[in-house]
């Protein structure tokens, strides 16, 4: 049941603590049941400055700075892609200190500006219009960077060298 008046909240009170300390107690003990959060911490609980009164045995609460170096150590992969990321995100904190627009929207993947343009406006839109400048998208492999495809005009372009095997 739920305790009424003290500082703190019961795993059941949090619905993704609720299912984890379920599985947890299914596994009894087999392999750690982990829940991924670097909003929420063994301290912490849905509601803020709310410490959780306990976890139960085989559940824990960590941070992707913790999780990945623990979990993923040997894993060259798993590593690259959290530092990729983590590397995104402090990009993006760093846009927001110094006041460029589209830093929040460029961390999380949606194409928004990170970085200061090279050209204003006006000089992009007279390049394009005299045909010095080719308007288009740069689409970078997350997985392969040294790979890209450039759309413009309607016409896709393969920036990976060497035509070949375009098809199924």
């Not at 609980?45 to 609460?61: D, M, S």
């Not at 890209?148 to 393969?158: C, I, K, P």
Request: hydrophobic letters at 40%; one cysteine or more; charged letters at 15%.
């Amino acid at each position: 049941g739920g305790g009424g008046g003290g500082v703190g909240c019961s795993v059941l009170s949090h619905p993704v603590l609720r299912a984890a300390a379920w599985y947890a107690g299914k596994v009894r003990g087999k392999f750690p049941v982990v829940v991924l959060s670097d909003r929420l911490d063994s301290g912490t609980c849905a509601r803020p400055n709310q410490p959780i009164t306990r976890l139960p045995p085989g559940l824990e609460i960590l941070p992707a700075s913790e999780y990945f170096p623990r979990f993923h150590a040997d894993n060259p992969t798993a590593m690259g892609l959290y530092e990729s990321v983590r590397v995104a995100r402090e990009d993006a904190a760093a846009a927001r200190a110094i006041g460029i627009s589209g830093a929040d929207d460029a961390a999380s993947g949606s194409g928004a500006q990170l970085y200061a343009p090279h050209l204003p406006p006006s000089a992009l839109a007279e390049g394009v219009a005299a045909g010095e400048l080719i308007q288009g998208t740069l689409r970078i492999s997350k997985h392969l960077p040294e790979e890209a495809v450039v759309r413009a005009g309607g016409v896709m372009e393969s920036s990976g060298g060497g035509g070949g095997g375009s098809g199924g």
